[in-house]
Structures are given as structure tokens and as C-alpha cells.
């Protein structure tokens, strides 16, 4: 009798190691924390930049598309900062309101637009992000181009960016 009940445990036992597979030893994927879309996720200070993207069509200029979320008290002046196709810096600055998320790229607010990049699609291109006194960081952000539908649309609706001229030299 206590061998028939021994033989039942072990026996039950390896039907339960063997039903579970090897969800022993494998890590689960849901705890690993990934950018599930094409775009990368950054998070600088308090504001958790989302799914950043560029998106071109010819190489020279490109249209940032991202979610900017500040759950903050206060407004932050984001800036965003690259390195143009002769290699000089250059810096836009975003007003992100206090306590909201914005989707550049979406419904209500355009793209940004990115002049002169110099980076094609396929590659990456070196992004800063950085607001106030919270420590910035450069994010190698990827640069796509329109084939896709909704990056098509995202792409006709950046408006057009005329550089600002600089003084000479001379």
C-alpha cells in the first residue's frame, strides 16, 4: 500500500514537471521591460520620452515623431538636441505642460521637424535629451522612412522648417 501511494507522488509529481516545460528555469518575458514598437524610450529625469522615432524620405531632412509625458507639478522646456549633416549642434526646445503627455506625430501636434540631418533610412542618429537641471542623455534613435501608412501620413504633415541664417565671419 505505501508503495502504490509513493508511486502516485512521485508519479503525479512528473507529470507536473513535465506540464509546466522548462517555465522553471526560462525568464518570463512580460518582466523584461523593451520599446515594443520601432521607436526607443528614454526617460530623463521625471519625463519619459516613448516610442522616439525619425522618420525620412530622402535622407536630408527628418520629422521626429515621439510621446513626451511629464507627470510633473511644473512645465519643462525639453530640449532636443543633434548633430546636423556639417556637424554642428543644433538644439530645439519643447514646452511640455505640466501633468500631460504629447504625441508629436499624432493628431493634435505635428512632428518635429529635423533640418539637414544627413542620416538615412536604416540607420540611426545620435539624439540628447535633456530639461531643467536633470541629467540629459544622448539616445541612438532610429530613422525610418514612409513606407508604412501611418508613417506616411506623419511624414505629410511635418511642416516645413526654414533654417535661421547665420551671421558670417568675415
Not at 110 to 128: C, M, T
Amino acid at each position: 500500500m505505501k508503495a502504490r501511494f509513493a508511486a502516485s507522488i512521485a508519479l503525479a509529481a512528473g507529470i507536473a514537471i513535465g506540464a509546466s516545460g522548462c517555465t522553471f528555469i526560462t525568464p518570463q518575458a512580460t518582466t523584461e521591460h523593451y520599446a515594443a514598437s520601432d521607436g526607443i524610450n528614454a526617460d530623463i529625469g521625471s519625463v519619459h520620452v516613448r516610442n522616439a522615432l525619425l522618420l525620412t524620405d530622402d535622407g536630408e531632412s527628418a520629422a521626429l515623431a515621439m510621446t513626451v509625458t511629464n507627470p510633473t507639478d511644473a512645465d519643462v522646456d525639453l530640449a532636443v538636441q543633434y548633430e546636423d549633416a556639417t556637424g554642428e549642434r543644433v538644439t530645439q526646445t519643447l514646452l511640455i505642460p505640466a501633468g500631460t503627455s504629447i504625441v508629436f506625430g499624432g493628431a493634435d501636434e505635428p512632428a518635429l521637424p529635423i533640418a539637414d540631418l544627413g542620416v538615412a533610412a536604416g540607420d540611426f542618429s545620435a539624439l540628447y535629451f535633456q530639461y531643467g537641471t536633470a541629467e540629459g542623455g544622448e539616445h541612438l534613435v532610429p530613422v525610418l522612412d514612409g513606407a508604412l501608412p501611418e508613417y506616411a501620413a506623419v511624414l505629410e504633415a511635418v511642416p516645413e522648417q526654414t533654417p535661421e541664417p547665420t551671421a558670417d565671419a568675415d
